[in-house]
């Protein structure tokens, strides 16, 4: 999307938040208008299909007005928010109108506008309060506007030696339209090439090569009758780059749509984050439980709890971790990151993924092998009542370590569960039920555990994860020894 400034240093567009992103959903705001604010403090936090942006004021003002409620989807290029008064010192750096649709010409007493966030008319009132809004009609360039920050690099401008200074979008934009961007001359600040000067120059110089057409091969006598097929040399064949027709399958009844936002969007973000760079694969076994079963009945008559098989499987779990810690890390890559690596965790903080009405999430409990399985089970149930209530904190969301999704709690017996990026591995826990094992030569009915865990193979070898596995079903055929901590 081309990127725009105004001779306004009061209006602040949206800018480039990162390679390919050119929406932005609003989640909250920082200030409130009349609301004084400083070079660099955060205006705006904002969920892009990358990661959570904080947006920064590029300059030190009052805000006048904010465009769009938590919840609404703001484009790049619209108008996030605007300045009172005159910008002292101030260039054009956050400056910017809307893009494509932005305000439209009234009459001289009456001016509308557009509301960036939703992209439909509003009245700015007879007073022509919002004049300052410049009409569609005026040139607009390209300003190097601010970016917010969030977790690693944004993919913003870069340039390498010798080379232009572009964002990755328009050096994509360049590739397709076959312009040697290096050879461009920018028109941005500091020399930056922006969309328009790509299309210019694409537009003034010679047509991709795949487009040019063959010259007319020169003219020569009648071929005789026995050569009337061309030769291929005299023929080059045009080629014809169609355009991508998507078929779409239009459902027939009542229909709801449903958008995908707020913790449902960023349930998919993640997913899909985990899915491009994790590479996931899943080994699968059975625990026989029916000793943990009459050891958890004791424990629950004793102490006056309840307590489920999910204390012990974490215990358990700990425990492996630790003779295993090959499983118990994270992953360090991405934009920022000079060389990835694998950072080994010396303690467990335990993911436990939870379903609630608003969908997945993985509350954490820190330090888990420090607990006990009684201190374990409380801190499951209140991370569940949280968790559906939505009061939990959001600190209580972050710095796991490896996670446990319950799915047996529902149904099922095996899963392939996704792994929770930049983790390494998970482990789901399937529905108990009553099956037939082989024992000491005889044949015995027993309760068994369905256990499937899913590792990142480029940290996690085969072997270690299929002999972490059974160490965590071994333990937990031992139930007694888990009911201390793992750690002292």
Known sequence: MAHHKSSDPNIFILPDLGEGVHEAELISWKVKPGEKVDEHQTVAEMNTDKALVEVPSPRAGVIKELFGKPGEILKVGQVAWTYEGAASGAGTSGGGKPAAGGASRGSANHQPRVNPAADVPFDSGPDGAHADVPPPSEEREDAGTVVGTMSGSLGAVSREGGKALATPAVRRLARDLGVDIDSVAGSGIAGRVTEKDVRGAASSGPAPAQRRAAPEPPSRPAPQPARQVQPLATTVPQQVIEPRHSTVLVPTGDTTRIPIRGVRRTIAN??????????????????????????????????????SYLPFVISAVCRALKKFPALNATIEEGEGVEEPAILRHHLVHMGMATDSEQGLSVPVIPNADAMGVLEIGRHVAELARMTRDRTIPRERLMGSTFTISNVGSYAGKYATPVINYPEVGILAAGRVREGIVARNGGIHVAKLLPLSLTCDHRCVDG????????????????????LTPARG
Do not use: W
Request: hydrophobic share 45%; glycine share 2%.
């Open 270 to 307: 993640r997913l899909r984050q985990s899915m491009d760079r994790a590479v996931h694969f899943s080994v699968f076994d059975d625990a026989d439980v029916t000793e943990l079963d009459s050891v958890r009945t004791r424990l629950a008559a004793a102490s006056g709890e309840k307590v």
């Open 463 to 482: 072997a270690d994860a299929a002999r972490c596995l059974a160490y965590i079903i071994e333990l937990i055929q031992r139930p007694e020894e888990l």
